[in-house]
């Protein structure tokens, strides 16, 4: 499974970032492998619509979720459409993210 979490940087505890649209990297964890996959700066993030273009990016990366504080309707819609979950309202350090994550993910 892989999880995108939204961050605005890299740091030893990167932060979430506030919207997808205000996202400065998407850090792609694969959680089945417990590594992380890859690291994406968001160069969308100044544009009109970043939202769209930030999901379209995410959804060709092939997420199955998307970790952030809020992720704009626009692209939940697209989020939706592409089965990919959206999990919103997270304001945790990045280790409790996962953790919290990979808890509800084996007790699917």
Do not use: W
């Not at 979430?16 to 890859?38: G, W, Y």
């Not at 304001?91 to 409790?96: M, Q």
């Amino acid at each position: 499974m892989r999880i995108a979490v939204c961050s605005i940087g890299e740091g030893k505890l990167p932060i979430i970032a506030e919207s997808i649209s205000t996202t400065r990297l998407f850090i792609v964890f694969d959680l089945l492998e417990n590594k992380i996959l890859e690291k994406i700066a968001n160069n969308y993030s100044t544009s009109p619509s970043s939202e769209i273009f930030s999901a379209q990016l995410l959804i060709s990366k092939g997420v199955n979720a998307v970790v952030c504080k809020k992720i704009e309707e626009n692209a939940k819609k697209l989020f939706d459409a592409a089965d990919v979950k959206v999990i919103e309202n997270f304001d945790h350090e990045l280790d409790g993210i996962l953790n919290e994550i990979f808890m509800v993910y084996h007790n699917l």
